[in-house]
Nanobody
């Protein structure tokens, strides 16, 4: 499977942004897709995830009220809508997919794409 995140850029505090993750060359059934981010000098952290079937979603507390994860009906694109962005949201954002329920419930994924940089200015 190949994943490619896009949609990052420079925005101002309070702005909204939607990131996309194009999924291709998939050879297995996806159980869940997730978004993670890594800020400069910090460890990578979970942002949110969605189960492919049924659409159940899970969010980090810091993003729960400001973000929505979704996917297209064809299952080829994963989205992350972020609102009211803050400077502390500045990070490289990564998308990932997993084949198993444990990927979703343990927030650990096996397949990753290169990240897209989001910079939020104050």
């Amino acid at each position: 499977v190949q994943l490619q995140a896009s949609g990052g850029g420079l925005v101002q505090a309070g702005d909204s942004l939607r990131l996309s993750c194009a999924i291709s060359e998939r050879t297995f059934i996806i159980y869940a897709g997730g978004w993670f981010r890594q800020a400069p000098g910090k460890e990578r952290e979970f942002v949110g995830a969605i189960r492919w079937s049924g659409g159940m979603s899970d969010y980090a507390d810091s993003m729960k009220s400001r973000s929505t994860i979704s996917r297209d009906t064809g299952g080829t694109t994963l989205y992350l809508q972020m609102n009211d962005l803050k400077p502390e949201d500045t990070a490289v954002y990564y998308c990932a997919v997993g084949r198993h329920a444990t990927n979703y419930y343990q927030r650990k994924y096996d397949y990753w794409g290169p990240g897209t940089l989001v910079t939020v200015s104050s």
